[in-house]
């Protein structure tokens, strides 16, 4: 049979089915058809609405609970763990409230059965941790009372340990990985969650240990306390962010959460260094050690064409020191700003914006198809090359040790030699002229207020 042949064979299948679909809340044969079909057809988002009508359903049958909860826990786990639900009403939340009520109408011999009770608390905890950090405490219940009853389940230790390292927990995340380790044996995601959560706790041998199990050449960087792996390339990493009050000039909607990617000098395969600024209101910026998963959850096309891997933030381990700050200007020609760097002292650099944000769309958390116009706010593209005349928005990263008078005097010079009109607040707050930075602060609204103007005009 041809693979078109098969997949009309399933669209007549389930267009049979959807016909016969009063039927599947009082014909258990039928519902266990409805779920092996929608396996076969890949659980899509077609089939969603079918399958909550299923665990509203069966809630007194565990075993069709389970099978529908699956089902729906799947879907869910398509959206990464960190990205925020975009509502509460979903699949996660669906299975969660199915099997809450199965656990509720099981009779006293199966809850204390670890193939019924133990099975539907663990699902439980999964469904719950897929809900957000606000079920957390609801998820810890469900996956410990499901290791009460049999202690011995290593997938159900592993699923525990999952939580608690997204949930920064990483004394009990890696002991729920250990009890899973002694259970399952070396298997591969039970190490790399072992030396996530080793490497967040400064535990440097451990991690070293595991990594090497992994295939990896790790050793212990003696100066800092922690595994260091050679030769790693380049990557980047996304965390969320909003439009930072400052920016009158944003088209995104105030407030609007997204993720912005930021470039990563790895140390580990789980630890790094950022070395590119974020320019919205973020929990990482420039210097800052930080820890992420192992999983890459997106890939960003670069402007020669090559697919980078995306990983998601779990932890700062420690933010840096040096000096981060914000900046806007308005160049009278083009290339003022990226010169500026030039005539500073050493080991300042100067970024400029050229973001590129992601925010989420419902369409996307679905899998509905759908394009993303101009108008939807769904993507933002990269910011262009500024033009002559064009707005600029940038940081300047300063090194702790650098003396402030001196950058100062090095900066005016050099705004002063250069065709821009340029506003940098924080520096003369650092340097403590309350003076002269209300007057930056009063620029930085003037030169907005002129792009706006600029840009209006036809």
Not at 177 to 204: H, Y
């Amino acid at each position: 049979m041809s693979a078109s042949e098969s997949t009309q064979d399933l669209e007549s299948a389930w267009k049979a089915l959807v016909g016969r679909r009063s039927q599947l809340s009082s014909d258990q044969e039928l519902a266990e058809l409805a779920l092996g079909l929608i396996r076969e057809m890949g659980n899509g988002v077609a089939q969603r609405e079918l399958l909550r009508e299923l665990t509203g359903a069966w809630t007194t049958d565990w075993r069709l609970t389970l099978g529908t909860a699956s089902l729906l826990l799947e879907q869910a786990g398509r959206r990464a763990m960190d990205e925020p639900p975009l509502r509460e009403d979903g699949p996660a939340a669906w299975a969660a409230e199915a099997l809450q009520r199965s656990l509720d109408a099981l009779d006293d011999a199966d809850r204390k059965d670890p193939e019924v009770a133990g099975n539907l608390n663990a699902m439980l905890g999964n469904a719950l941790r897929f809900c957000g950090p606000g079920k957390d405490a609801e998820a810890q219940d469900a996956f410990t009372r499901a290791i009460e009853l049999d202690p011995e389940r290593g997938e159900w230790w592993y699923d525990a340990g999952l939580l608690d390292k997204w949930r920064g927990r990483f004394d009990e995340g890696y002991a729920a990985n250990e009890q899973a380790r002694m259970r399952l044996g070396d298997q591969r995601p039970v190490l790399w969650n072992l030396a996530i959560c080793a490497t967040a706790l400064g535990k440097a041998e451990e991690a070293v240990d595991t990594w090497d199990q992994l295939g990896v050449p790790a050793r212990i960087d003696r100066s800092r306390g922690m595994p260091f792996v050679a030769n790693l390339p380049p990557m980047l990493l996304r965390v969320l962010s909003r439009t930072p009050a400052t920016d009158a000039t944003s088209q995104l909607p105030d407030k609007a959460v997204g993720f912005e990617l930021v470039w990563i000098a790895p140390l580990s395969p789980c630890h790094g260094v950022v070395q590119s600024p974020t320019f919205r209101d973020a929990p990482i910026d420039y210097g800052d050690l930080v820890l992420w998963d192992g999983a890459p959850v997106a890939a960003h096309q670069t402007s020669a064409g090559d697919a980078v891997p995306v990983f998601p933030l779990l932890e700062i381990l420690r933010p840096g020191d040096e000096r981060r700050w914000p900046f806007v200007a308005l160049e009278r020609e083009q290339g003022a700003v990226r010169s500026l760097e030039e005539a500073l002292p050493e080991g300042v650099r100067v970024f400029i914006q050229q973001e590129r944000v992601e925010h989420h769309c419902a369409a996307c958390e679905a899998g509905e198809p759908h394009e993303h116009g101009a108008e939807s706010g769904a993507v933002s593209a990269p910011v262009s090359a500024p033009v002559s005349g064009s707005l600029v928005r940038g940081k300047l990263i300063v090194p702790f040790a650098l003396k402030l008078d001196e950058l100062r005097e090095a900066w005016e010079r050099a705004v002063q030699d250069r065709a821009l009109s340029v506003a940098l607040p924080e520096l003369y707050e650092a340097v403590g002229d309350a003076k002269q930075a209300g007057q930056e602060h009063q620029a930085w609204r003037g030169i907005e207020g002129k792009a706006l103007r600029q840009k209006a005009r036809p």
